[in-house]
């Protein structure tokens, strides 16, 4: 589907990358992509689930940033009963396709639309967390120094003992290495055509040169997610499971 030019980000600001989540064809057509690509993501919404430090009977409340049409969220829902999510967004659009399919979970979801670069993205009123996620989300800020920010309000939003988990697209660490996972992305493309990882499609439109004169696709490498992790008080940081561009990594608040 060809890119539009002009749209407004999640939120109601001027558009920050080549996404156009105002746009109701943009985000249908985003959705059905994705909703294709689910059962493959199963495995990492697994992991993350697994990583929970809480057993599968806990009253908890999940913080799910950037939840888009909602299929981290489902699927916690589902495995912990007792749970609920507060699954923050920043697309109208996208969240009226969350509204339809969480239905079934009646006042376990709460759908919060904001956008990630206001101050009050987060308000005070849906805290304290037992967990936060994110997936797919935060490279589309293409802002690092924001994405620090918002790692260091959910660290703040945690309970003693809770965990942020981080299913995202990272930068190769390496100029060698970027110019092969590009070369595996395509070949993968041209293996596999539609049924192939649409990563390879992303990483085109979003390369951008940074200050340095390098191109990346996205915001951050993997080693300066996990820092920044560090820095902002999160403890036990680490890359839980990783494939070229796509990692799930996070950290633990500081226990009871």
Known sequence: M???QRGRARGGRPRRDHHDWASEAYVDEWVRRQQAADPSRAERFQLICDLFPFPNDATVTILDVGAGYGPVSM????????????????SRPMLNRARHLVVKYGDRVKLHRSDLFDTNWLPEQFGPFDAAVSSSCLHNLRDFKRIRE????IRTSLKPGGVFLNADLINAPTA????????????RHRRDGAAADNLATMVRPARRTTATGNREPFPASLDQHLAALKAVGFK?????????????????????
């Not at 918002?150 to 309000?153: G, M, R």
């Not at 060698?176 to 070949?187: E, F, K, Q, T």
Request: proline share 2%.
């Open 236 to 256: 036990d940081v680490d890359c839980f499971w990783k494939e070229l561009r796509r990692a799930v990594f996070g950290g633990y608040a500081q226990g009871r």
């Open 75 to 90: 699927f916690i829902l589902d495995r912990y009963p007792h749970a609920t999510c507060v699954a923050q967004d920043g």
């Open 176 to 187: 060698g290495l970027r110019r092969r996972y590009d070369d595996v992305a395509a070949a």
């Open 150 to 153: 918002i790692y260091a309000k």
């Open 2 to 4: 060809k890119m539009r």
